[in-house]
């Protein structure tokens, strides 16, 4: 089948009849069923039942379909690709995220690359560390966020930002006064952790298995934005990688560095041999400076606010 020929069978898999068909693509409704007839004819195979001047996909056509729709999607990043590397504002950039920096730290980056690309698309996928590992790696997307080390070959790592790890603590909390906070500290406190069964968690447990105590662990969850919430509303305490607690630093939580330092370093992830395409370079660029920022902002000494001279 030529590319001709795909156009075809994709738009009749799609329309149903040979009139539709042969709307969309903008040619003769015989022209269509010309080109259907040598598809069978050449494939060797019955692709449609007609009847009362409607098509009906076989099994056979049904099957075909999935590998035609694949083969279009890889045209598809073909020409987005070579767009891009040419540097023209058009085409789509396909990112992956973890739903924890997708809220505020994702958006931010974008915004910056908007600026200067107004006519450039975006498709953001959100996932685990190691489907957007897989995503990658597939090129089922041109960039991913993630945290190292990355466990698939034919990615290539640029480093983003390494960070520590922190507590998050309601304002007001009696643990606020500390300048960082101990693994016996936290065990004293219901805790709100994340990711239960992941490496993450596995590091939170060494860690109190160490210093010989129990977490008090009153809630579980997969979500670092819904821990922000629950710490704010005084469920408890947690732990998290600065960068990821940063996004949300003044929304009625405190943020201290954990004494016991655990580093999490976050990288930009590319299909290897990429790393030098322009748009994936000022990706790099804009999230490293939007992860500094974040991080600046949420280290910086609270404001206290001013007080009003009294009148004489």
């Not at 690709?81 to 920096?101: C, E, F, K, N, Y």
């Not at 809220?103 to 190691?130: K, Q």
């Not at 922190?166 to 016996?184: F, M, N, R, Y």
């Not at 607690?245 to 370093?265: C, D, M, N, S």
């Amino acid at each position: 089948m030529n590319y001709r020929q795909l156009e075809v069978f994709r738009a009749l898999m799609d329309c149903g009849s040979a009139t539709a068909a042969a709307s969309r693509l903008g040619i003769s409704q015989p022209s269509v069923s010309r080109q259907l007839a040598q598809i069978e004819r050449e494939l060797g195979l019955d692709l449609f039942a007609r009847s009362a001047g409607k098509l009906r996909a076989t099994a056979n056509a049904i099957a075909l379909y999935d590998e035609v729709t694949f083969a279009f999607a890889g045209i598809d990043r073909v020409l987005n690709l070579a767009s891009r590397l040419r540097g023209h504002d058009t085409g789509v950039l396909r990112i992956a995220s973890p739903h924890a920096l997708g809220e505020v730290f994702l958006p931010r980056v974008i915004a910056r690359l908007a600026a200067s690309h107004r006519n450039l698309r975006y498709a953001v996928e959100f996932g685990t560390y190691e489907t957007i590992a897989s995503m990658v790696a597939k090129r089922a997307v041109d960039i991913g966020v993630l945290k190292e080390p990355v466990p698939h070959e034919g990615i290539s790592a640029q480093p983003l930002v390494d960070t520590g790890t922190v507590c998050l603590l309601p304002q007001g909390h009696a643990l606020a006064k500390h300048s960082e906070i101990t693994v016996a500290a936290l065990a004293d406190q219901p805790l709100v952790l994340l990711g239960r069964d992941t490496v993450w968690r596995s590091e939170l447990n060494t860690l109190f298995r160490a210093a010989r105590r129990l977490p008090n662990i009153r809630l579980d969850t997969h979500s670092a934005t819904a821990i922000c919430g629950f710490v704010a509303n005084g469920l408890g305490v947690s732990v998290l990688p600065e960068l990821l607690a940063a996004q949300f630093a003044g929304r009625g939580i405190v943020l201290k560095p954990l004494a016991t330092r655990i580093e999490h370093r976050f990288a930009i992830a590319l299909p290897s041999g990429l790393q030098r395409a322009g748009l994936a370079a000022e990706f790099v660029l804009e999230g490293r400076a939007v992860a500094e920022q974040l991080l600046a902002q949420a280290r910086a000494p609270a404001r206290r606010p001013r007080q009003r001279a009294s009148k004489p």
